[in-house]
């Protein structure tokens, strides 16, 4: 029995929660220059004696308890590392020669490979006895790189956060050797790594990254030293970070599925640190971990991988199991988000995830997407209508020109004007003025389900609102929607008509007919079934695509248009999917 079907889809929505929400951007326009000179001159302070004179202390003998990993590892990547190759987030390099101070490699594989992330995956793949030579060979490598200088991307403190869940996880592969020499200077640098955490967690950037820091201070308080001083001021940082980082559906501020299947690892492990320690975990905790996996729930699709947001990809399906079965929790996908944003619709075999918020605040995240009111859709765990995708983990292997193009809305099924994003994207990469408010409501009476949402996306430039509205039959054979645009109160509307367009993006491995009259397609699924599409409003037609797997690689594939004009007061774009056989 799959981790789904053991989750109940027919989630009630959260206490409060009737009547149309309204979701607002923030005043957020990312780091001041105040705050980026602050973060600039912490890293500058590493460099001082009196920091250096700040990490000494005394070093722990042994650690006071091994917490045991809840993620299940990648056994691929750890039988690949076997042979000699460190693989992941589509970059290979030999594990032979490693040197830590290598430059010019993408930044994630550089965090996971700092982060020794990868002795999940080892010890997925071997034994402890065969695993341990690998990997105390490799620590020594880092030790003789990193171990006494404080310097980035070793010494971030989010890093440092990582690799003490890690290193104290894995401890019997590193620590398992007789020489004494070795286990010193790995615990000393635990140590020192502990208290350079003291001091540096609350200067690492919000979201993610501040909550990997102190969870690293919590760790090293539970099982390395520190005691209860330490894990006093742990909790009650974890507990800001939390605070500020998360919406209080459980989702992170930065929307990224990507980043918020991180957080539940991340969060599964300090759980499984508490254990090891013979702690209660703390109720707060364990409350953040529940609304964070059912918020990552709420992001996959039939198939049980991510859906396609703000940069990232379906990811691998084995590692979304492996964090929401490692977490612990009973939790159900959460379908009725608030500030997390991605409303799910379920029923029978056909799954459908809606963006209905505003992108990010730059504060949260680099790289967000024009994606409002986009939807990806699938059947049977076949993947129907999706997003083209982005690089996801593996930042740095595709080219720059490439990102930029997956990041706007015509890269998502939505509609466009004018051949516009609903919220702009800078040259530097930045967010810009567009959608600032996004409106919501949803209901399934009759077990029929229907979401509606509105963004003002286009309200400054063309004085238009763009409302869709989507109904999943009970079935899940049919999927109906319509796309309106109509004038907003006491905004000057352009005279001349507008040119649209409806995107629908076709998952790879669809053939795509169109009709005669323009108005039609006949949509063959390779090995399940036919589907049949129809539209009213503008003229159909299909156009090359291109689809991101979870590896980041890209595939050729096709896009259903309806194109048209709308006059100046708006119009209404309908258009119907369902299973023909």
Known sequence: ????????????????????????????????????????????????????????????????AVPKDPIAGDRAAGEALLQGRFVHGGTEVPAEGMDFRTVGLPADFTGWLQSFAWLRDLAAATTRERGAKLAEALARKWLDAFGDEVTEPAWRADMWGRRILFWTAYAPYLLSSPDLVHRSRLLHALARGARHLDRSADKVLPGLPRILAWSGVIAAAVVVQGGPARLRSGEAGLMRALAVSLHDDGGLTSRSPGEQLALVETLAQLRAVYIAGRRDVPEWLSDALAAAASALLAATLGDEALSSWQGGNMANRRRVLAAVEGSGTDVRPLRRARGWGYQRLQAKAS?????????????????????????????????LVINCGGVGDAKGTLPAELVHALRTTAAHSTLTLGDRNSTAIHEDGSLGKGVAEVETSRDETGGVMRVEATHDGYVRRFGLVHERRLVLSSDGRQLSGEDRLYAAAKRRRRGEPTPFAVRFHLAPGLEATTTADGQGALLRVRGGGVWQFRCRGGMLSTEDSLWIDGHARPHPTLQLVIAGETPSEGMTISWELARAK
Not at 31 to 43: A, G, V, W
Not at 45 to 62: E, I, N, S
Not at 360 to 374: D, K, Q
């Open 1 to 64: 029995m799959s981790l789904f079907e053991r989750i109940d889809p027919e989630v009630g929505e959260q206490e409060g929660e009737q009547g149309r929400k309204l979701i607002r951007v923030g005043d957020d326009r990312g780091l001041s220059l105040i705050e980026r000179l602050n973060y600039r001159l912490n890293r500058l302070a590493w460099q001082t004696p009196l920091h250096k004179l700040r990490l000494r202390g005394r070093v722990p003998l042994r650690l006071l």
């Open 351 to 383: 799954v459908l995830v809606f963006d209905a918020a505003p992108p990010p605040p730059p504060r949260a995240l680099i790289g967000g997407c024009a994606s409002t009111l986009a939807f990806e859709f699938s059947e049977s765990g076949r993947r």
